[in-house]
């Protein structure tokens, strides 16, 4: 069985820092991507990074961009967000996903999902 859990989550005042862990067991074959989704009370789901597991390519939503890292480390079947210069926006609900897409921030692409982990910027 394919399992996502991700951690990391808590309450940062505005322009401070949370590094997101996501740990993946069950998914053998590391010819997929991995995404970061967040989703606020009321928004719709949206992409925030994405990392192929097999290789280094990433993405990154235009928000994000330049304060947000998303980095693996498949020995310990693992992905991280690194977050920094955090900002009340990016208040949300933070999921981990798992799958084979084409299109890396289309949330209908992705098989597996983690149950959450809230960050909450003040």
């Known amino acids: 069985e394919v399992q996502l859990v991700e951690s990391g989550g808590g309450s940062v005042q505005a322009g401070g820092s949370l590094r997101l862990s996501c740990v993946i067991s069950g998914y053998t074959d590391r010819r997929n991507w991995m995404g970061w989704f967040r989703q606020a009370p009321g928004q719709e789901r949206e992409g925030v990074a994405a990392i192929y597991r097999a290789g280094y390519t990433t993405y990154y939503a235009d928000s994000v961009t330049g304060r947000f890292t998303i980095s693996r480390n498949n020995a310990q079947n693992t992905v991280y967000l690194q977050m920094n210069s955090l900002k009340p926006g990016d208040t949300a609900m933070y999921y981990c996903?798992?799958?084979?897409?084409?299109?890396?921030?289309?949330?209908?692409?992705?098989?597996?999902w983690g149950q959450g982990t809230q960050v909450t910027v003040s």
């Open positions: 996903a798992a799958g084979s897409v084409g299109n890396v921030f289309s949330a209908n692409g992705y098989n597996y």
